[in-house]
């Protein structure tokens, strides 16, 4: 039975040496990042040593979990806000998403806004929406961390949009400007010019007779 046991690698040395745990042959590994890695373990005792055979395993480290945030008024009257999220380790690129419902995984009653990739990254991880089609609703936004190998989805945030309403020139006038026009006036002016042509009319016609 060997007296030590030396795990070795050929991109990093010697990672583990030592005489405890020999019946256990085991060796737990944490905190590699992403690549390939290759291991070989070494048995020591007097008469000298003997070399396992080689294993070659590759790592690939999944986008590490992360926050965002909603920065807009609430309701939102413009369709403007900005989208601060925090940085995931192991992402390489960030997916921008929406739906009426609140997401929890991306199916199809999820849309599909924006890809950030690298050199289109905010440095501040700072997104500006400056759109307009965003209509009145309920809208539900999450950014996905994403690698070659998985994506990570942050936290879902709410955002209430309510536009002013538009003018429609179809839309029938408000009462106050439908008050009907007073014709009592009027009628009253008539009565009394027709009163006044008539008693003209009278009084000539009398004239007229007392003249023959």
Do not use: H
């Given at each position: 039975m060997p007296e030590t046991l030396t795990v070795k690698s050929k991109a990093l040395g010697?990672?583990?040496?030592?005489?405890?745990?020999?019946d256990n042959y085991s060796y737990i590994f944490s905190d590699y990042l992403?690549?390939?890695?290759?291991?070989?373990?070494?048995?020591?005792?007097?008469?000298?040593?003997?070399?396992?055979?080689?294993?070659?395993?590759?790592?690939?480290?999944?986008?590490?979990?992360?926050?965002?945030?909603?920065e807009a008024e609430n309701?939102?009257?413009?369709?403007?806000?900005?989208?601060?999220?925090?940085?995931?380790?192991?992402?390489?690129?960030?997916?921008?998403?929406y739906s009426s419902r609140y997401i929890t995984e991306i199916n199809s009653t999820v849309d599909h806004n924006k890809t950030l990739t690298p050199g289109f990254i905010p440095p501040d991880l700072k997104y500006k929406i400056l759109e307009t089609d965003w209509e009145t609703g309920t809208y539900y936004i999450v950014f996905g961390a994403k690698n070659i190998y998985n994506e990570t989805l942050s936290n879902c945030v709410k955002l209430e949009v309510e536009r002013p309403k538009d003018k429609d020139d179809n839309e029938p006038p408000q009462k106050d400007s439908l008050k009907p026009f007073n014709f009592t006036p009027l009628v009253l002016f008539g009565i009394m010019l027709a009163g006044i042509v008539i008693a003209g009319i009278i009084k000539k016609e009398n004239k007229s007779s007392f003249s023959r």
């Open positions: 010697v990672v583990s040496r030592g005489r405890e745990g020999l992403t690549g390939d890695y290759y291991f070989v373990i070494v048995a020591y005792n007097n008469a000298g040593k003997n070399m396992s055979n080689c294993i070659q395993v590759s790592v690939g480290r999944y986008p590490l979990p992360f926050n965002l945030t909603l309701p939102d009257k413009d369709g403007n806000f900005n989208l601060t999220w925090t940085y995931s380790n192991f992402s390489t690129s960030y997916e921008f998403y």
